[in-house]
């Protein structure tokens, strides 16, 4: 993830058409993957990332701020350990839901 190796903040956007049983979690495995496989090259202490994911279909967004010292958290911030597959029913301390609607 190019995300990991620049100095400055940065933003993951993930727009998903629906958020089904499995394609939530699906996304946070593959996210956990990348960050694992990158940490190393995080340098900036201070940089943020920024992950937004939103589902289309549910009108639903998660945001989550990440930082250098959250990776440890990794797991329990991408919900691994609960294996929470659908949006509508995500809840996570970790990150902030909105829903929204086209009015």
């Given at each position: 993830?190019?995300?990991?190796?620049?100095?400055?903040d940065g933003a993951f956007i993930h727009l998903l058409?629906?958020?089904?049983?499995?394609?939530?979690?699906s996304v946070f495995f593959?996210?956990?993957?990348c960050f694992e496989k990158f940490?190393?090259?995080?340098?900036?202490?201070?940089?943020?990332?920024?992950l937004i994911i939103l589902s289309y279909n549910q009108k639903q967004?998660?945001?989550?701020?990440?930082?250098?010292k959250d990776l440890p958290e990794?797991?329990?911030i991408l919900s691994l350990e609960h294996k929470s597959?659908?949006?509508?029913n995500f809840k996570n301390s970790y990150w902030n839901t909105f829903s929204?609607?086209?009015?």
């Open positions: 993830m190019k995300l990991i190796t620049e100095k400055q058409e629906n958020t089904g049983s499995n394609t939530l979690i593959k996210l956990a993957r940490q190393d090259q995080w340098e900036n202490e201070s940089k943020t990332i920024q967004l998660i945001h989550c701020q990440l930082s250098k990794l797991k329990k597959g659908n949006m509508k929204f609607d086209e009015s």
